[in-house]
């Protein structure tokens, strides 16, 4: 039996300076919480479009990936799908309130208008 193609393959946000922030923020993070995370963002690889609870949309083209981990905590990856129809990780964040931090949409937002500057 044949596996389903993903509908839109994640590709980590590059800086300039070639850094892959919600790639390192995952590094960082704990092997379990990593798994719970990975695994959802594949869901949302297959499934999408896919809403709530998995997905939330932000606004402007920025959307979340919802991942609630042990210990009361919820991960947040910050992404946006691209011309070419790829799901751009832009920043990862554990959130501990129940609003996003402004400074984190906004990282997500310059990360965002950074990589479709250079996008084709």
């Known amino acids: ?3 389903p ?5 994640a590709i980590f946000f590059r800086t ?3 850094g892959e922030p919600a790639r390192e923020w995952l590094k ?3 092997r379990e919480d990593r798994k719970a995370i990975g695994d959802d963002i594949q869901k949302a690889e297959y499934a999408w479009p896919i809403g709530m609870p998995l997905t939330r949309p932000m606004g402007n083209g920025l959307h979340e990936i919802r991942t609630e981990l042990p210990g009361n905590r919820i991960a947040r990856v910050f992404f946006y799908i691209s011309r070419a129809g790829n799901m751009i990780l832009l920043h990862g964040i554990i959130k501990k309130s129940g ?5 984190d949409l ?5 990360n965002k208008r950074a990589h479709e500057r250079k996008s084709p």
Do not use: D, F, N, W
Not at 5 to 9: A, D, E, G, H, T
Not at 99 to 103: A, L, N, Y
Not at 106 to 110: F, Q, S, T, V
């Open 106 to 110: 906004e990282l997500a937002r310059r």
């Open 16 to 18: 300039e300076a070639g």
């Open 99 to 103: 609003r996003t931090p402004e400074k």
């Open 28 to 30: 960082s993070s704990s």
């Open 5 to 9: 193609l993903k509908r839109v393959p």
């Open 1 to 3: 039996m044949r596996r």
